[in-house]
Nanobody, 124 residues
Framework: QVQLVESGGGFVQARDSLRLSCTAS????????MGWFRQAPGKECEFVAA???????SYADPVKGRFTISRYNAKNTIYLQMSTLKREDTAVYYC??????????????????WGQGTQITVSS
């Protein structure tokens, strides 16, 4: 099995910065895509960012210029560096991966493995 564990969430003020990490264990797929999604209370699961093993990335419009996704393949880890945080960023953040997706998919149903999520709360 593939297991994903997120860390780095917490309670922050608007305009602050925060970095999330997600580490995969078990039978991992280093050539597959990895991504971040988020879900606010009562809202649908929303794409945030994705990265391929080769380093190419894709971002949702609301986070472009503020969030940066990166990947450290040797440790099966991805990061999400978040800056200029807004109240609208408050959500549970999930990392996900899939062995067969060779592009930066934005569709949650296409990812087979998910972490448990980490809460980010931004106050103003």
């Amino acid at each position: 099995q593939v297991q994903l564990v997120e860390s780095g969430g917490g309670f922050v003020q608007a305009r602050d910065s925060l970095r999330l990490s997600c580490t995969a264990s078990g039978c991992t797929f280093s050539n597959g895509v990895m991504g971040w999604f988020r879900q606010a209370p009562g809202k649908e699961c929303e794409f945030v960012a994705a990265i391929k093993s080769g380093g190419s990335t894709s971002y949702a419009d609301p986070v472009k210029g503020r969030f940066t996704i990166s990947r450290y393949n040797a440790k099966n880890t991805i990061y999400l560096q978040m800056s200029t945080l807004k109240r609208e960023d408050t959500a549970v953040y999930y990392c996900a991966t899939d062995r067969g997706i060779l592009w930066q998919s934005r569709t949650p149903s296409e990812y087979d493995y998910w972490g448990q999520g980490t809460q980010i709360t931004v106050s103003s």
